[in-house]
């Protein structure tokens, strides 16, 4: 009874198995159902051992060898027959067991309640003065985040691999901030509107994205959120302006940088939006944040990789990678299996900046969290291509892949 699986048996109780019904019952007073099953179990164990001194004495009269002998053999018996024997199998067939011997619990914890009562008057009372409080069995089925998230791990046999990622990447999803995975500012795609109505129009027909900034002068300055749909008739019709597409702009939703990701996925939801921009405690534009980016991080890649974005990433015959410098820390240990610290720059060009205390030059080479880096190619004091180089933990994760 006491090894059942609680979650299981909740289970079955909403499915309405009669005998997990009955048996969450009897868990729920867990103090009366060790009562009537310690009185019966103790009252049996301590009448064969009486039973067998008679034997003995009636065939071996006061033979204190004889009665040894006798302790010794009933002892051997109650232990493996009622006691080491029935645990080991009721243990590991508890619901085969446990459900069934239900049925006879219920009667015989309601035949001898007034016993159970009396005995657990003495328990509480020596409880009480040890100062020890019995726990609940709810309580001591609770499982916390890390039991939880071990939990999953450990049922890889039972848990396809892909929802085993997904499962875990939602245990994350309280501590990640829409700055870990946002778009870099420089990265984001958007439009001028002071520019040529030429040039923009060449930018709308080529856009990757359906939802565009538009800024005025200043990329930092952003007056609204462009829909390209809402726009696809001006362009048709050859009416294309400054003023038509400034009435069509939707206004812009900012949010702050520490927003957890799942706080900034129920506010998408609450405020119908599938875009924001990532702004600083000081009102600076920092990036943009998607609803497709919140799904992406706990189920994985889903959309056409974006030109702007890298692409596909993968070690090379040499056992490195040319990656670019604003890619963000949490997908490249994501996807090359590897463990740059996360508590700190977003970006890999962050990451080495803060590592170095300086803008370095191109060619040099440097080692962080045990991976070798060689910095290929830096531009107007930022570093825009990076060569990794495959560590042996990575090696291995690819081949546990």
């Known amino acids: 009874m006491m090894a059942l699986n609680r979650y299981r048996l909740r289970a079955m109780v909403r499915m309405g198995n009669r005998g997990a019904i009955i048996a969450a019952e009897l868990l729920a007073q867990t103090d009366k159902l060790l009562g009537v099953v310690l009185l019966m179990n103790n009252l049996l164990n301590a009448g064969a051992a009486v039973l067998v001194s008679v034997i003995t004495v009636e065939l071996f009269g006061q033979d204190k060898i004889a009665l040894g002998v006798g ?127 030429e040039t923009i129009a060449e930018q709308l027909a080529t856009s990757y994205h359906t939802r565009l900034p538009v800024y005025r002068r200043e990329p930092g300055t952003v007056i609204g959120v462009l829909h390209l749909r809402r726009v696809l008739h001006l362009i048709q019709n050859q009416e294309l302006d400054r003023e038509s597409l400034e009435a069509l702009l939707a206004k812009a939703y900012f949010v702050p940088a520490g927003t957890p990701v799942f706080e900034q996925l129920q506010y998408f939801q609450e405020a119908k939006q599938r875009i924001a921009l990532v702004v600083d405690e000081y009102g600076e534009l920092q990036g943009l944040v998607t609803l497709e980016d919140i799904i992406e991080e706990f189920i994985g890649e889903f959309t056409t990789t974006s030109p702007s974005r890298p692409g596909i990433f993968a070690w090379g015959a040499d056992g490195s990678i040319l990656v670019e410098g604003s890619t963000s820390l949490r997908e490249i240990n994501r996807k090359l299996a590897l463990t740059l610290p996360l508590d700190g720059p977003k970006t890999l060009n962050g990451l080495i900046l803060e590592h170095l205390q300086d803008i370095p030059e191109s060619g040099l080479s440097v080692k962080i969290a045990n991976v070798a880096m060689e910095i290929v190619h830096t531009q107007d004091r930022v570093i825009k291509s990076v060569r990794l180089f495959r560590t042996a933990a990575a090696d291995q994760a690819v081949r546990v892949r």
Do not use: C
């Not at 010794?72 to 027959?81: D, G, Q, S, W």
């Not at 085969?96 to 011997?101: E, F, G, S, T, V």
């Not at 003495?122 to 100062?131: H, K, M, N, P, R």
């Not at 499982?143 to 999953?152: A, D, K, Y």
């Open 71 to 197: 302790t010794l053999a009933v002892t051997f018996l109650i232990l493996v027959f009622s006691e080491i024997t029935p645990k080991v199998v009721a243990a590991a067939n508890s619901e085969r067991i446990a459900l069934p011997a239900s049925y006879l619990l219920k009667p015989l914890l309601r035949l001898l309640s007034p016993v159970v009562w009396f005995v657990n008057l003495f328990v509480s009372a020596l409880l009480l003065a040890t100062g020890l409080k019995p726990a609940s069995g709810e309580q001591n089925q609770r499982l916390t985040m890390e039991e939880l998230r071990h939990l999953v791990l450990e049922s890889s046999q039972i848990i396809p691999k892909k929802h085993q990622s997904i499962l875990m990447n939602l245990f994350d999803l309280e501590s990640i901030t829409v700055e870990d995975v946002m778009t870099p500012r420089a990265r984001i795609e958007s439009i001028d509107i002071e520019a040529p109505i």
